[in-house]
């Protein structure tokens, strides 16, 4: 049985560029929710995708957008990098917006 | 606001011995959950446990131990008879299930608690 799965696992970006990362949940889950984890700290929430509509946002601004698919699956966008924005990106999937959360290996973005 | 503080930054204890890490947390609501995850080097939060608020019995699971207190706003790990492959950041979350909404709301985490076992 598969786990959370990220792609791609690393990526170099410039300021200024655009940058779209995904997320595979486990098998059975449908809601997939988003941290951003910067060096030494602890996640912090984005946003949650239930039903492909997103259902719960963290403190971020507008630049960070996602979507969820039919399937499930889920993108996060990144628009206007910024320097900042380095951090390692976690995607969490749950059988529901109630349960536990698994998470998957992230994508550690570099933001140059 | 929720808030989850977890005061000791890194731990540095040698195989064998037993360890405890802190975890205090703060929420105005009545109902929510307590996690911890373990993050390896390689990056992934690995899910421990998960407890309600309802819910203050202690939990054993082979060398690993929580001690949830209400009354204190805690909820303690204790690794039994460390071993190297404990080494690792550990978080502890919190989840609040605001009944407003039905749904149980972002974990909010602490800063992680660096953990070093050596031989």
């Known amino acids: 049985d598969a786990g959370v799965t990220q792609s791609p696992t690393h990526l170099i970006k410039t300021r200024g560029q655009q940058v779209t990362l995904r997320c595979s949940p486990k098998s059975g889950h449908d809601t997939v929710s988003w941290y951003q984890q910067a060096l030494g700290q602890g996640p912090q929430f984005i946003f949650q995708y239930y039903e492909e509509e997103e259902r719960q946002r963290g403190n971020f601004p507008d630049r960070f957008s996602g979507h969820q698919f039919p399937n499930y699956s889920s993108e996060l966008n990144v628009n206007a990098l910024l320097l900042g924005d380095s951090a390692l990106y976690l995607c969490?999937?749950?059988?529901?917006?109630?349960?536990?959360?698994?998470f998957g290996p992230g994508t550690r973005l570099t933001v140059l | 606001a929720q808030k989850v503080t977890q005061a000791q930054t890194e731990i540095s204890v040698v195989e064998k011995e037993d360890v405890t890490l802190d975890c205090v947390y703060e929420?105005?609501?009545?109902?929510?959950?307590l996690f911890w995850y373990k993050q390896p080097p390689s990056g992934e939060l690995v899910f421990l446990i998960r407890r309600n608020s309802f819910d203050e019995q202690n939990e054993i699971s082979g060398r690993y131990s929580w001690n949830f207190q209400k009354s204190t706003s805690s909820f303690n790990f204790t690794i039994t008879a460390s071993q190297v492959v404990d080494s690792a950041v550990y978080f502890c979350a919190l989840s609040e299930f605001p009944v407003h909404t039905g749904t149980a709301s972002k974990l909010t985490f602490g800063t992680g608690t660096r953990l070093q076992v050596t031989l």
């Open positions: 929420t105005r609501d009545t109902t929510y959950y």
């Open positions: 969490a999937s749950s059988e529901s917006p109630t349960d536990t959360q698994y």
